[in-house]
């Protein structure tokens, strides 16, 4: 941005002495010359404002949760909404929900999305995000219920990164606001701006940072709430130069391919784009991918742009920390047919305490009032009741049971821990 306007001003610079020196030489009739190239000029200033408000066109904006919650956005398709997450670690423009893609057509041809996950090609008829449309298309449709089983919410399609060419997504995390915008005009006054690579077969937006003895390409993806994400070579090299302490060495990951082991740990030092990484969360990925999830973005105020491709951003001034809900709640909770299930529970912490169990299905929470049961209310209750309680009405094997789940503090979700 900066070399474009020093362009500019240079070219207005040789436009305007060979104009004083015609002045100068011709009076009046350079005068009419004079003022002809200055209503080119005006013109000319007339078209680049009309250029630049074009470009800061807002197709979508949205509220944000504090805590890393995927990017849900509401779209219509077919004049009902519809819940979509916007998701820059996905490729395509529009993955949908292949439960209700039969219900619009038959499959064209079977697809096989990623190494480890298949689907089929639908048409699927135009789809709009506020005043952003995708077009009536061939996309692929697949089976997302394991997004609902994490996120307790009816996602219905992922909007990819390919969705955003020739625009530019702006997430303004202290102002807690998501904005799709027409064009390239990203965050304003970045502290910092780098050009994105998209690389083949990846095909997604990787960023450059150097981190120890080398620059590493991490892919910005708004659909992991995860901190950091090191491909496993880099895990190990970063850990032998001093860069992680590793507090597991065989931990389980759940992921679309199924469960993984990976390491993790946090980091000793370090700095990605001016955010200081000493004590942040760190996990290998079973993929050669390193990538950035919404735990570390919260620490950003950013703009990511497609054609062209810039990533620009600036370090939050003193921001409140996301909640680490597992930690909090202790367990691990999903989410199955309206409900949320304890999935796992964490020994001597506050689910343990308070006598749940693993399977019980939590039917309703007081506190939740008319809210229905997902992540990102839990998100939102479990931060307003820090240092207090939620009455829990629970079913195990259809026996009911009301528990008083007593709350910490909320503990950060920047805040790397070894097992206790």
């Known amino acids: 941005m900066i070399t474009g306007h020093a362009a500019f001003f240079r070219r207005a610079h040789d436009l305007c002495l060979p104009l004083l020196g015609l002045i100068a030489q011709a009076g009046f009739a350079a005068l009419l010359a004079v003022w002809g190239h200055g209503a080119f000029i005006a013109q000319a ?73 298949q689907g089929a090609v639908y048409k699927i008829p135009e789809v709009r995000i506020g005043h952003l449309v995708l077009p009536e298309s061939e996309r ?56 994105v690579e998209v690389e083949e077969p990846l095909g997604l937006p990787q960023v450059r940072a150097k981190v120890g003895d080398s620059e590493i390409p991490f892919v910005i993806d708004t659909g992991d709430n995860g901190c950091v994400g090191l491909s496993k070579a880099e895990f190990e090299r970063l850990e032998a130069e001093g860069y992680i302490q590793t507090f597991n060495e065989g931990e389980k990951q759940v992921s679309v391919g199924g469960i993984r082991s990976a390491k993790s740990g946090m980091f000793t030092r370090g700095t990605i784009w001016g955010v200081d990484l000493k004590g942040l969360p760190v996990a290998s990925n079973a993929s050669d991918v390193c990538a950035v999830g919404l735990v570390f973005l919260l620490k950003l105020n950013y703009s990511i742009s497609n054609s062209p491709s810039v990533f620009s951003c600036s370090v939050r001034a003193n921001p409140e920390p996301p909640v680490q809900l597992p930690r909090m709640a202790g367990a691990f909770i999903v989410y199955r047919d309206g409900h949320a299930v304890i999935a796992k529970i964490k020994k001597g912490g506050p689910a343990d305490n308070a006598g749940l169990a693993e399977r019980d ?9 008319d809210k229905p049961l997902n992540l990102s209310n839990l998100y939102e209750v479990c931060r307003k009741q820090a240092g207090k309680s939620l009455t829990l009405h629970l079913s195990n094997q259809g026996s009911p049971k009301v528990v008083r789940l007593e709350l910490p503090a909320a503990p950060s979700a920047w805040e790397g821990k070894a097992p206790e």
């Open 45 to 117: 200033a007339t078209d680049a404002t009309a250029t630049a408000e074009k470009d800061k066109q807002e197709l979508y904006r949205s509220s944000l949760s504090p805590d890393p919650c995927h990017f849900f956005v509401k779209a219509k398709l077919r004049d009902e909404d519809v819940a979509l997450i916007v998701d820059t670690g996905a490729r395509r423009a529009l993955t949908f929900e292949e439960s209700v893609a039969k219900t619009l057509g038959p499959a064209l041809n079977p697809v096989q999305v990623n190494r480890e996950v």
């Open 140 to 195: 692929s449709a697949i089976d997302l219920s394991s997004m609902r089983f994490v996120t307790g919410m009816p996602v219905l399609g992922v909007v990819g990164w390919e969705s955003l060419k020739g625009r530019t997504l702006v997430i303004d995390n202290d102002a807690h606001s998501l904005e799709i915008r027409e064009g390239k005009a990203g965050l304003s006054h970045p502290q910092l701006s780098l050009p």
């Open 361 to 369: 299905e939590i039917k309703s929470i007081d506190e939740f009032g």
